[in-house]
């Protein structure tokens, strides 16, 4: 008995220690991407995040333009149903396909000072720098 009052404990420790996402912390807020694993950026195009009121994004993918629906799961953010113009731009193509990816393959985001990180479960896909 002793044990299992020690276990339920511990799991209740462990699991206070868990980031929950309040959807505030990104309504309303814009992101530029800095950086992209494994790919060096386009030095003259931009890559933007938008989170609107609703949790619906949208954004800038260097050439084209997107949007989706945010979705909180679980205390994990997820990016759903993302959809984007098809204006074909040859020197920031595969640029922009690895982000689209990126976004589609998203499964949580971490916030930390003014820095957004998109996730595949721990491994980090997308970098954002948030603009004021």
Known sequence: MKNLIILGL?????????EKINPDTLKNTSWELSSITGITLPADSKATLKFGDSLN????????N??????IIEDKVALKNIFSTKMFCQDTDSSERAYLNALNETNNVKITDDKLQLLKDEKILLVFTKVN
């Open 66 to 71: 997107y949007g989706g629906q945010a979705e």
């Open 10 to 18: 511990v799991i209740c420790l462990f699991s206070s220690c868990l």
């Open 57 to 64: 994004v949208s954004g800038k993918s260097f050439c084209n």
